[in-house]
C-alpha cells in the first residue's frame, strides 16, 4: 500500500532527476558549442614528397571548417605550397619537390571551426626519405682493375658492386644495376643488392649492345636499349623495360602500338607510368606502359636532356635550340641562350631547375704578358635575383669535367679532374683521379667531396 509520504518521496526524486539530467544536458550542449577544432590525423608520402612536386600533406579534424587561407600557413624550412579547404580537410600541397632527409613543420594559426566558431592552432612535423649518395670509380688502359660504384656516407666510401669497364650505372629502390661491356663485341646488366651487396640475376635480351641504361625516379623499374640478334630476331634499338622488384622476370618491350620501335633517346617520365622516345625520323612520343593507350605525338625533336627537378616539364633540343615541353599542358616554349660575358669567356653545359633558374660553366682563356695561355672553368647558380659563383677552376687545379643538378634540385655537383692525371682521363671515362663535389643551392656553399663521378642520389 502506498502512502501519501512514499508520493511524495517520489515526486521528489523525479525531480532531482530531471534537474540532473536538465543540467547535464545543459553542459553537453555547452561541450559542443565549445568543442575546438582540434587536428586530429594528418597524413604524406614522404618517398613521393622528395622525387615528384606536387605532394599533399591531408590534414583532418572532426567537424567542417572554415577556408584556411594561405597566409595562416607556414612552412619551416620553406617551401612553396597552395592549401586547400574541404569540409573537415586541409590540404596543403607542395609545388617542388622537397629536401632529401629534412624534417618540416607546418603550421597553421587560427583554424575555425565552420559551425562552433571556436579555432584552434595546428603544428604537425614531419621527415623525408633520406638518401645515399653513390659514385663510379672507373679504372682505364691496359690490366685496369674492375670499376667500382660505392656509397658515400659519414663512414666513408663502401664498395658495392664491381665489373669491368662500367659504362653507367642506376640505383632503384633495392638494386644497383650497371651497364657493362666486358669486351669490345658485348654488352652486359649486372645488379647487386643495395643493402649487401649481394650478387642479382637480370634478364635481359641476349644481344651484342646495350645502351641507354636509366631508372625511374621512384626507383621501381629501369630499362635499356637493346641492339643485336637474339633468339632468331634482330633488335634495333628496342626499349626494355624492367620490374626492379622482380629483374629476374623477363623484360617488356616498348613498342609503338604493334609496331616495333627504334629509338634514339629516351626518358622515364616522373610521377607516372609512362616514357618519352624519339625514334629514328626524330619524332618523340609519350607512351604509356600500360599497353592500352596510345602513342602521344609531341612533335619533332632531336635530343631528349631531363626533366625538370620533381616536374612533367621536359627540357630537350630540337631545330638547333633547346626547348621545354610541358606534357600536362602540351605547351612548348624556347629556352633563351645565355650571353657570353666577355669576349674571352663562353657558355658551356648548362643545367636547368627552371625557368631562370639555372647552372651554367663559364669557359675562360686568357693571354699572359710572356704569351702564354692559360684557362679556367667556373660553375654559376644564375636565378632570376642574381648569381653565385659555385666553384672555379684554373688549370693549374684540374679540368672540370661535367656538372648537373641533383633530381629534387637541391644540390648541384660538378666532377673536377686531378691536375696530375693522364690527359686520356679527359676523355676515356676514367675517374679514379676525379672527385665529385656537392653544393647546396639554397646556401651556395660546398657541403661534400667523394671520390669518383656519375653521382646518383637514391633513397
Known amino acids: 500500500m502506498t502512502t501519501r509520504a512514499d508520493g511524495a518521496r517520489f515526486w521528489r526524486s523525479s525531480l532531482i532527476v530531471c534537474a540532473v539530467l536538465a543540467l547535464i544536458a545543459i553542459g553537453l550542449g555547452a561541450a559542443g558549442v565549445a568543442r575546438r577544432p582540434d587536428l586530429v590525423s594528418a597524413s604524406i608520402a614522404v618517398d ?39 569540409e573537415s580537410t586541409v590540404t596543403v600541397r607542395f609545388l617542388g619537390p622537397l629536401a632529401y632527409g629534412t624534417e618540416y613543420r607546418v603550421a597553421i594559426a587560427g583554424v575555425r571551426s565552420q559551425y562552433t566558431n571556436t579555432v584552434a592552432d595546428w603544428s604537425y612535423t614531419f621527415g623525408t626519405s633520406p638518401t645515399t649518395l653513390y659514385t663510379l670509380i672507373a679504372h682505364r688502359g691496359a690490366g685496369a682493375d674492375d670499376d667500382t660504384v660505392v656509397s658515400n656516407g659519414d ?28 669486351d669490345a663485341d658485348s654488352s652486359a646488366l649486372v645488379a647487386v643488392n643495395r643493402e649487401d651487396g649481394s650478387n642479382v640475376e637480370v ?14 625516379p621512384d626507383g621501381s623499374k629501369f630499362g635499356y636499349l637493346a641492339s643485336g640478334q637474339d633468339g632468331g630476331r634482330t633488335y634495333e634499338s628496342t626499349l626494355f623495360i624492367a620490374d626492379a622488384d622482380n629483374p629476374a622476370a623477363p623484360p617488356v ?29 626524330e619524332q618523340a612520343f609519350l607512351i604509356y606502359l600500360d599497353g592500352d593507350t596510345p602513342p602521344v605525338p609531341l612533335g619533332s625533336l632531336a635530343q631528349l636532356v631531363r626533366f625538370l627537378p620533381g616536374s612533367s616539364t621536359l627540357m630537350a633540343e630540337g631545330a ?4 621545354l615541353l610541358d606534357l600536362a599542358t602540351g605547351l612548348t616554349s624556347d629556352i633563351e641562350n645565355t650571353p657570353d660575358p ?18 651554367v660553366e663559364y669557359n675562360s682563356f686568357r693571354r699572359g704578358g710572356s704569351g702564354q695561355g692559360g684557362e679556367s672553368t667556373r660553375l654559376t647558380h644564375v636565378t632570376r635575383q642574381g648569381s653565385t659563383d659555385l666553384l672555379t677552376v684554373e688549370e693549374d687545379e684540374g679540368h672540370l669535367l661535367n656538372s648537373g643538378i641533383s633530381p629534387n634540385g637541391q644540390f648541384g655537383w660538378a666532377v673536377v679532374l686531378d691536375p696530375k692525371a693522364p690527359l686520356t682521363d679527359l676523355f676515356s671515362g676514367a675517374s679514379d683521379h676525379a672527385t665529385t663535389l656537392i653544393f647546396d643551392l639554397a646556401t651556395g656553399k660546398q657541403v661534400a667531396s667523394v671520390a669518383g663521378s656519375l653521382p646518383v642520389w637514391a633513397h
Open 320 to 323: 638547333g635550340k633547346q626547348v
Open 253 to 281: 618491350e616498348v613498342t609503338a602500338g604493334d609496331t616495333p620501335l627504334a629509338v634514339l633517346d629516351w626518358l622515364f617520365v616522373p610521377g607516372a607510368n609512362a616514357v618519352v622516345v624519339v625514334n629514328a625520323q
Open 48 to 86: 613521393r614528397a622528395v622525387d615528384i612536386g606536387g605532394e599533399r600533406l591531408v590534414l583532418k579534424a572532426r567537424m567542417p571548417l572554415a577556408p584556411v587561407d594561405p597566409a595562416q600557413v607556414s612552412v619551416t624550412p620553406a617551401a612553396s605550397f597552395t592549401v586547400q579547404t574541404k
Open 342 to 359: 666577355d669576349k674571352k669567356t663562353f657558355v658551356g653545359r648548362r643545367s636547368f631547375l627552371a625557368v631562370g633558374d639555372y647552372l
Open 203 to 216: 634478364k635481359a635480351p641476349a644481344v651484342a649492345l646495350l645502351t641507354g641504361l636509366s631508372a625511374a
Open 155 to 182: 663512414a666513408g666510401q663502401t664498395p658495392l658492386l664491381a665489373a669491368s669497364e662500367i659504362e653507367d650505372y642506376v640505383v632503384t629502390r633495392t638494386l644497383l644495376v650497371a651497364l657493362t661491356h666486358p
